[in-house]
């Protein structure tokens, strides 16, 4: 079709379209203006049509070599071949026009651009684009265009680069992943991990996969992941973690979870796992020299049941190849009390591994010191370092979650505290790919997404770290008790520089002033990317200090001169007075006393900022005399806490002891804030009459709460609100029995589970500490961890740990499921009564306590949802298990209390 004949169409058609719209505002369009009309949608049409046969379709397809760039990761700054496919009508005017973007950068450049040569097979063209991403690091976009002379946009692809540093010469052992991902299914997998300088892996040997008939054992299916051991033993090693589920074969396994868990199961047949291990180890000694056995036992069998499977893995992976290690453990925080446990019950292994997860909090709960100190005795035990072979946090908006650039920093600073750790041999992060354990809860680094891959800002952090920390080494710390209580600064030897790795956690990160000239250093960040160092006072170099590390790499500087210098950070924030009152932090102690003897009431105020704050403080509560009525002219040190006391003169009682309290407190700069407060009970009350499990609770006025209604209970459910999940909790006890009541507030019931699954559904789970033994980290022999919940089979009670794991029989259970109105649309009530002989060795008496816990776990049945929210009284049943944590629950007997 010609231009002209196309103009002529064009000029017809407005010409038409003119004659309507005059038509239009007359009135009525004439039949002459109607004809034209019509001749003028039939031009149009074939315009339209003309355009259409005029540009013709092209389909553009983007080859990135993935064996040399697996997954679309590159070096910064490395050249990146890509082939550009075109299939359609190609023609020698036709181009490839090409721009590559940073997202973090915010920078865009465009590549030269590139003729389109045709010729092709079956009219495919080809052209090498050589790509040069941006000289910093993280995710990159490139935009492939194929545009005609004028550069007329005729097709347009995408692909995502991830840029990142380039990996040491040498790789350094201490960095691993526990990717649990099959090689097999991904085999670009490995060499990401090279690509980045990962140096430990993991392999996972399934026994019922691995010995599907006994005696008939099948190696191809997971034995995969070595074959990259054969190619490259200096680059990439892996440990073997053997665990279960039991084979089909064994006459007591029916597959269900809760006998595939069964310890006593397991410990039916361990001459069949000796024989396994042997095996298995037989096989595969020459590539593997390292086996970990069943981790996390501590979460789900006694230190004695454990040693008994350990002893039979030992005796037969030893039989298989003298040299070959066992490692035993995978304790979760640092293990401690269960190792020394499992070494009294006479354990024989070579190695011990931790899994040292901090839940939602940061590394600095358990790094460096906790896990030194264990690591050190570990050392001592075996004479082998500790291996550090899981850790991690979850980023999304799921159970347990962190933001992901939170999981970014943890990582980093996780990893640098962990190299000033002498006895740790190893840290393996969990894990490579997004593993997704709950809705909206991922794990890892990497997400295939929309066909794309997607890295998490934790890949680039974690890649950064090796490039800067594997040739480097440790040597000192400048803790935060030298720098104002808030700083971290690590130094490390690099080469003939120094390089310090430092950060602020708490509300004074900014930044700081060295005395040092700018030409003299260089500061990258979390990812690697340089940062311009300013020149601050006395020709000093302002750093940056926020909760992200950044890497100071110091020019002609000596260790000792670059130590001083971050000692010399001041402590002072740079907090304005309206800031002072969001620093304060406040806790109503809970009362050891019960009504009858409660004379004072004492709580907490914690400055969380790094300057002293003066204000005036006032407790009240209605029926209640306190005094002072007021606390004028408190001050609180920056990062300290100061516990105030008030005198009870007068009190007023109500049921179920159910106290409220108004705080006041007025700044110096008078700023004012109020905080409604609740008291709480950790007292278990006497009943001299049996409790009738029905689910009233007539027969509780008399007893004490602990109340579960403040969001730093709150483990996910970001918009949390109390009428959404909140509860009070209550405990009575007599001579046989402990009772247990609960009263939870919830805008929506459900739980469509059953057996070993109904904690994923609206369900309580209590633990206890039945010797108050307060064991840091993982449950000991003496503790139980039972499940309540109203389920489709109706009350259903299940023992998650303890001395019989399973579905509970005899523990009666009553709830009760109340809709009401707003503020609380649902009230679930909970009743049981539990025999003393579930809790042995507890003995119920006056004076007694116990360790005790309860969280509250909630699910609205909303699509693709598990657990929505999940609340607790104290730390110690979610992630990681740890009765240190459990409250003190005391057994009370007053006289003359209870309602007749």
């Given amino acids: 079709m010609s231009k002209t004949f196309l103009s002529l169409c064009v000029w017809l058609g407005f010409f038409c379209g003119a004659l309507m719209l005059y038509g239009k505002i007359n009135a009525r369009p004439t039949p002459f203006q109607f004809k034209c009309f019509i001749v003028g949608v039939w031009f149009a049409t074939n315009l339209l049509v003309g355009a259409a046969a ?94 005609d002379q004028e550069e007329k946009v005729l097709a347009e692809k995408q ?25 097999k299914k991904n085999p670009i997998r490995g060499k990401v991990l090279e690509k980045i300088g990962i140096y430990w892996d993991i392999a996972v040997a399934y026994w019922d996969i691995s010995e599907p008939t006994k005696g008939v054992y099948n190696w191809n299916t997971w034995s995969a992941p070595l074959q990259d051991l054969r190619e490259k033993p200096d680059r990439l090693h892996r440990w073997v973690h053997i665990r279960d589920p039991l084979p089909k074969w064994l006459k007591a396994n029916d597959q269900s979870r809760e006998k595939r868990i069964k310890v006593d199961t397991w410990l039916d047949y361990l001459d069949d796992f000796q024989e396994y291990v042997h095996q298995l180890v037989k096989k595969n000694h020459d590539l593997v020299k390292h086996w970990e056995i069943l981790g996390e036992a501590d979460s789900w069998c006694t230190p004695q049941q454990y040693v008994q499977i350990v002893n039979a893995a030992y005796q037969g992976l030893k039989r298989a190849d003298p040299e070959c290690k066992l490692i035993v453990g995978g304790l979760l925080g640092d293990g401690q009390n269960y190792l020394e446990q499992i070494v009294a019950g006479g354990a024989k292994f070579d190695i011990v591994s931790l899994h040292p997860y901090c839940g939602t909090q940061p590394p600095e709960k358990l790094f460096p010191h906790s896990i030194a100190k264990t690591a050190a005795y570990i050392k001592k ?141 260089t500061i990258t960040d979390l990812y690697g990317n340089l940062l311009p160092v300013e020149g601050g006072q006395a020709n ?53 006393q019960t009504f009858q003897s409660l004379k004072q009431l004492e ?23 306190l005094t002072p009525g007021e606390k004028e002219n408190v001050g609180i040190p920056p990062m300290e806490e100061k516990v105030l006391t008030y005198d009870v003169s007068g009190k007023q009682r109500i049921p179920f002891h159910d106290y409220h309290f108004e705080l006041s407190v007025k700044g110096e700069s008078g700023w004012t804030q109020t905080k409604d407060m609740v008291l709480d009970f950790p007292l278990c009350r006497h009943t ?22 403040r969001k730093e209970q709150v483990m996910l459910n970001k918009d949390w609100n109390p009428t959404d999940l909140s509860a009070q909790i209550y405990t009575q006890w007599d001579e046989e029995n402990l009772y247990f009541a609960a009263k939870v507030y919830d805008d929506k019931f459900h739980n469509d589970k059953t057996g070993d699954r109904i904690y994923c559904g609206d369900s309580i789970q209590i633990a206890f500490d039945t010797l108050n033994k307060k064991t840091k980290f993982g449950y000991g022999e003496d503790d139980y961890e039972y499940c309540f919940a109203l389920t489709s089979k109706g009350p259903e009670v299940y023992c998650s740990f303890g001395k019989l794991i399973g579905a509970v029989r005899d523990i009666p259970l009553a709830v009760k499921v109340t809709e009401t109105n707003p503020p609380h649309p649902w009230i679930i009530t909970y009743e049981a009564a539990i025999p003393l002989s579930r809790l042995k060795p507890l003995r119920l008496r006056e004076g007694q306590s116990v360790g005790f816990n309860v969280l509250i776990m909630d699910h ?38 209870e309602k007749k």
């Fill in 159 to 183: 692909v995502p680069l991830h840029v990142v540093p380039p990996a040491p010469v040498k790789i350094n052992p201490f960095f691993g992943l526990s990717s649990v991902v099959n090689p």
């Fill in 603 to 625: 709580f907490k105020v914690k400055n969380n900022g790094n300057r002293k704050i003066e204000a005036a403080i006032s407790l009240a509560a209605s029926g209640w005399k």
């Fill in 688 to 709: 001299s009459r049996p409790v009738v499990v029905d689910g009233d609770l007539g027969e509780w006025n008399d007893a004490y709460p602990l109340n579960l209604n």
């Fill in 381 to 521: 035990l075996t004479g082998e370092p500790a291996w550090l072979n899981e850790v991690g946090w979850a980023a999304g908006t799921g159970a347990l979650c962190v933001s992901e650039q939170e999981q970014a920093e943890y990582l980093a600073r996780m990893y640098t505290m962990g190299l000033s750790i002498e006895d740790v041999k190893m840290i393996s992060y969990f894990v490579f790919g997004k593993y997704q354990e709950v809705t909206n809860t991922w794990w890892g680094m990497f997400l295939m997404k929309d066909g794309n891959p997607d890295f998490s800002p934790a890949f680039f952090a974690y890649a950064n770290l090796i490039s800067q920390l594997s040739d480097a080494k440790y040597l000192k710390v400048i803790s935060p008790n030298d720098i104002g209580k808030s700083t971290s600064a690590y130094i490390f030897q690099k080469n003939d520089d120094i390089l310090a790795v430092c950060w602020r956690i708490g509300l004074g990160a900014g930044s700081a002033s060295l005395p040092v000239n700018p030409s003299q250093i």
């Fill in 540 to 592: 000093g170099s302002v750093i940056p200090l926020t909760s992200a590390p950044c890497y100071v790499l110091f020019k002609n500087k000596p260790a000792a001169e670059v130590g001083r210098l971050f000692a010399s950070i001041p402590a002072v924030a740079n907090l304005t007075r309206k800031d002072e009152k969001d620093c304060l932090e406040f806790t109503l102690r809970p009362s050891r």
């Fill in 54 to 147: 005029e540009t013709p379709r092209f389909n553009l397809n983007i080859q990135i070599d993935q064996t040399r760039y697996p997954y679309n990761v590159c070096y910064n700054n490395e050249t990146v071949n890509i082939k550009c496919l075109v299939d359609g009508d190609v023609r020698p005017s036709l181009k490839i026009v090409s721009e590559i973007a940073c997202k973090q950068a915010n920078k865009t450049i465009r590549l030269p651009s590139q003729p389109l040569v045709a010729g092709g097979p079956e009219g495919q063209s080809a052209v090498e684009l050589r790509c040069n991403p941006l000289q910093c690091n993280g995710p990159h976009l490139l935009t492939i265009r194929l545009c």
């Fill in 860 to 897: 609205d049945g909303t699509s693709g949802s598990v657990q929505k929210g999940l609340i607790q009284y104290a730390n110690g049943i979610a992630c990681p298990k740890d009765p240190s944590s459990f409250v003190s629950l005391l057994f009370v007997e007053e006289k003359g209390a």
